[in-house]
């Protein structure tokens, strides 16, 4: 391969391994965040959300063309999309992937162009662009790509040398543009990630020797990862037929009918693999029943390529081979010891399809949403923690997302979540700054669905604040007033958060060490210190003013409920006029969350 050109095979490599120096370097960006909070999340955002597209590149094979590379990376980057670092990432693989589709070749001037569009892309996905951050750094590496391009510079070695060295210079000055940087002494943690992506596929451009396999573990949150000489048992498969086969289209699959079909796998397996372009579908399953990924799949197109392992029949093969030297009757207890492979339920599990279950006595939770009359409006919101997420439901919220800030939910989640709720309209509460971006994405993505279900977002940013918007919900009012009501009802609540310190770092002029508790309000610290109680004390009184009424308390699941008691009484001798509510969240990382209002 030339210098002057990257063709489909190339273009696959560098984006893999891009991802995969995302991947290896996510710890190192994470903490990068400015708050030190134990949830610094920006470089696992980012690696979820191009391990997604990274993850349908590789299932294309290496007979792929440009454009069914670039529909892979941009289809995949936008479903996988976390947190607001991983949603302009995905904005920006979907600019660049709009021009490069168009070329069977790429040069020095396709480079740019797609560059360019990249960084509109993104822009135009935010709605207030602060500088200083990945969407500076992008904009830095397109100016520097299109100076090189007028300049007539042909040779691409040369020309990702100097876009790369150029977005390196335009990240150290993010600390200048964004005085937060400055005082916690870090730069900008998404442009850290950009960079770190754009030099692994420089590395895969130069045919650096990286291992390019991607991994269930590298694309699914909290995924258990074996250490090495750990032998998996059979009770490690959970789904014993490996199956896979393409499915030839009758016509093209819309948005909404991949992520059905997609969410569909994953109600009965794991390990799923789906890629379509616009004439064919491959797909890779783990499950206990092959045959209903093959008749759903049949709704769609005909089968071809078909193939189905027994993974547990594999197991017990290689059981027995790397035992020559044990005797059988060991061998067989273990298989003969393997769990149940017929499962339970209880309240509130989901069911895959397939499963049998007697609906008479099945617990209410258990009746599908389909089965329920269909509504005018339905709520689906975002929580960490069982108390936060039985308040909701007490509140009439449809479907509550287990995330936050300890895992931002993908855009994909959101729409698989919206897409369980029968209702003509669907209210989506982010509850987190970093959420909004992925669910506005879901709005925007669900246009283009044929179930005629629309989606709303009322931006909270906080759990308090999703719980005053609900609470601001008024049936038979018209849908477009209570959003006006909701949004409106944000600005009435204050919240306060309660968690430590994992590095020393200055904010806003304090000093933090390692291991500090820290009460985090809407604008900042507003306490630090060495007890717990204390400091959800002294942050709640700087919350405080004399319009509050209503203090409401929400304990983690590291709070015993005696200490969250003698807190409520601390607080309400001090507040006498306000009456003050207690009630378990059960979230984890932060030890209290405080509204308000």
Same mark, same amino acid.
């Given at each position: 391969m030339s210098n002057n050109a990257i063709d489909a095979k190339l273009i696959a490599k560098m984006f893999l391994s891009g991802a995969k120096n995302l991947d290896a370097k996510k710890e190192w960006i994470n903490e990068l965040n400015v708050f030190p909070v134990p949830d610094g999340d920006t470089g696992t955002n980012m690696t979820m959300t191009i391990m997604s597209a990274a993850k349908e590149v590789q299932g294309l094979g290496d007979s792929a063309n440009m454009e069914a590379i670039c529909k892979a990376i941009s289809s995949g980057s936008l479903r996988g999309a976390r947190g607001n670092s991983g949603v302009i990432l995905s904005q920006l693989l979907r600019g660049f992937t709009k021009v490069v589709k168009e070329h069977d070749e790429i040069n020095v001037n396709v480079l740019s162009q797609a560059f360019d569009k990249a960084v509109e892309t993104a822009y135009k996905a935010v709605m207030k662009p602060k500088e200083g951050t990945i969407l500076t750094v992008a904009k830095g590496a397109s100016e520097k790509a299109h100076e090189l391009a007028m300049e007539g510079c042909d040779d691409i070695k040369q020309f990702c040398e100097e876009v790369i060295?150029?977005?390196? !210079?335009?990240? #150290?000055?993010?600390?200048?543009?964004?005085? %937060? &940087?400055?005082? +916690?002494? @870090?730069?900008?943690?998404?442009?850290?990630?950009? %960079?770190?992506?754009?030099?692994? #596929?420089?590395?895969?451009?130069?045919?650096k020797e990286i291992d390019l396999s991607i991994h269930e573990d590298d694309v699914t949150p909290g995924a258990r990862i074996k250490s090495k000489g750990q032998a998996q048992t059979e009770e490690d498969i959970k789904f014993g037929y490996c199956t896979e086969f393409i499915v030839l289209l009758n016509k093209p699959l819309? @948005?909404?009918? !991949?992520?059905?079909?997609?969410?569909?796998? !994953?109600?009965?397996?794991?390990?799923?693999?789906? %890629?379509?372009?616009? !004439?064919?579908?491959? @797909?890779? %399953?783990?499950?206990?029943?092959?045959? &209903? +990924?093959?008749?759903?799949?049949?709704?769609?197109?005909?089968?071809s390529n078909m193939k189905i392992d027994n993974m547990w029949m594999e197991h017990r093969e290689k059981l027995f081979h790397e035992n020559a030297d044990g005797s059988w009757s060991e061998i067989q207890t273990e298989i003969n010891g393997a769990a149940e492979l017929t499962p339970t339920y209880s309240a509130g599990d989901e069911i895959p399809l397939g499963d049998k279950v007697d609906m008479d006595s099945a617990p209410e939770d258990t009746v599908p949403e389909e089965a329920l009359p269909r509504k005018d409006v339905g709520f689906v919101t975002v929580c960490a923690g069982g108390g936060l997420a039985e308040i909701f439901r007490g509140l009439g919220v449809d479907y509550v997302i287990e995330g936050g800030q300890t895992m931002n939910p993908s855009t994909a989640d959101i729409l698989d979540a919206v897409a369980k709720v029968n209702a003509d309209t669907v209210i989506v509460l982010p509850n987190n700054k970093n959420i909004i971006l992925a669910a506005n994405q879901a709005a925007i993505m669900s246009e283009d669905s044929d179930d005629n279900k629309k989606i709303i977002v009322v931006p909270s940013k906080t759990v308090p604040q999703g719980i005053t918007a609900i609470i601001n919900y008024v049936p038979d009012v018209a849908v477009e007033d209570n959003v006006a009501a909701m949004t409106e009802s944000l600005s009435t609540v204050k919240t306060g958060e309660v968690t430590y310190a994992v590095r020393d770092t200055m904010i806003d002029d304090v000093a933090i060490k390692q291991g500090d508790y820290m009460g985090i309000g809407d604008s900042g610290i507003l306490g630090v210190g060495s007890d717990i109680a204390d400091v959800t004390f002294d942050m709640i009184g700087k919350m405080m003013n004399e319009d509050l009424e209503l203090i409401s308390i929400y304990y983690g699941d590291e709070v015993e409920e005696s200490s969250a008691e003698a807190l409520r009484e601390k607080v309400s001798k001090e507040y006498p006029s306000c009456d003050v509510d207690l009630q378990y969240g059960g979230q984890p990382i932060y030890y209290y969350i405080v509204s308000a209002e």
């Open positions: 060295k150029y977005a390196e !210079e335009v990240l #150290a000055k993010t600390p200048d543009m964004l005085p %937060v &940087l400055k005082q +916690a002494g @870090v730069v900008d943690s998404g442009g850290q990630g950009l %960079v770190q992506v754009l030099k692994g #596929a420089f590395d895969g451009f130069l045919g819309n @948005v909404k009918q !991949e992520i059905d079909f997609k969410g569909f796998l !994953e109600s009965i397996g794991d390990s799923i693999v789906m %890629v379509a372009d616009d !004439e064919i579908c491959k @797909v890779h %399953v783990h499950s206990n029943d092959p045959g &209903l +990924a093959i008749q759903r799949a049949l709704m769609y197109g005909q089968l």
